[in-house]
């Protein structure tokens, strides 16, 4: 498959909508379950996301709700977002050609509040249940965790990929497009041109954030700035990242284990109040059977102590 790969909020919906323009096959709805209510905002013209997100291999292929199984020469040039995490554990077989999209790491977690934002806003506004938040993994980290994640699939596994920064189609798209397509070899890049709208990005670079040492700050903004101007990741930067990777391995999963906790809680609270909303329901039932039959009670008018 032609596999549209990222973190959240580095362009991978755009890259769907530019195949999609481009006239290639891609698998996806624009809007899946609420999201046109309450997240529209973030992706005017649509995430094109499906449940293959999480990765092509036993757990999606064959389809869990329809048992269908997708063939792999049936899909080469189909497009599918797929996020990192999720390529990581795709089948090989499906892997045709790889578009990788990488935002600045300085912006990345504003973009990513502000989604959180909007959706808990939205959903509030329409009367949904909002969840209790939980902590989230420090966005530089995850940015990283899943970038770096990204690099070592690619030098492990060796399938083809582009990967082209998210500022690079907003301000050269014509060149960004021409060559993604050539690497493709399907597809019109003159038609998914059209598409490009710079105006819909609403973050830009800041300051390092809080959390994230200068050192590290550093080699992040290396491995963007490679991906940016097309300067290869070769094995010495990769030794560098790996240095890094060793470092900070400790601190996100320290991170992610106090997040497990988080949501542990919020998971038991919410079966707690689940079973109470039940309880209270049941009761409720039953004072309504233990209510007298009118067709054997007497023609008194009911007082404030009858009923249950």
């Known amino acids: 498959m032609i596999i549209v790969t990222g973190t959240k909020r580095s362009g991978t919906s755009m890259w769907m909508q530019l195949l999609h323009a481009g006239g290639v096959q891609i698998v996806g ?43 792999a020469e049936q899909v080469r040039l189909v497009g599918v977002k797929v996020f990192i995490p999720g390529l990581v554990r795709t089948e090989r077989a ?74 690079t189609v907003l301000q050269e798209p014509e060149r960004a497009l021409r060559e993604v397509f050539q690497f493709l070899g399907h597809g019109d890049s003159a038609a998914a041109l059209l598409q490009v709208k710079p105006e819909s990005r609403t973050q830009q670079g800041a300051d390092i954030p809080e959390g994230i040492s200068a050192e590290s700050a550093e080699i992040f903004d290396e491995l963007y700035r490679r991906i940016r101007v097309g300067v290869a990741i070769d094995a010495e930067f990769i030794g560098v990242l790996n240095d890094l990777a060793q470092t900070l391995e400790p601190v996100i999963q320290a991170e992610l284990r106090e997040i497990r906790r988080q949501t542990n809680e919020r998971k038991i ?18 004072g309504d059977d233990d209510e007298p039959d009118t067709d054997d009670a007497d023609d008194s008018p009911a007082t404030e102590s009858d009923g249950p």
């Open 29 to 71: 709805e624009a809007f899946s379950r609420d999201w046109a209510d309450t997240i529209r905002d973030a992706n005017p013209n649509g995430f094109y996301e499906s449940p293959y997100r999480r990765g092509i291999y036993y757990a999606t292929n064959p389809s869990p709700k329809t048992g269908v199984y997708m063939r």
């Open 269 to 286: 609270a919410l079966m707690k109040e689940q079973a109470q909303r039940a309880a209270r329901a049941a009761a409720a039932d039953a």
């Open 94 to 167: 499906y892997i045709h050609r790889v578009v990788a999209t990488m935002r600045n790491w300085r912006e990345y977690g504003d973009s990513l509040r502000r989604l959180t934002s909007m959706e808990r806003d939205n959903r509030a506004a329409l009367g949904k249940k909002v969840l209790p938040p939980v902590k989230e993994l420090h966005p530089a980290l995850d940015w990283w965790r899943e970038n770096y994640m990204l690099v070592r699939d690619v030098a492990i596994r060796q399938y083809p990929v582009a990967m082209v920064a998210y500022d």
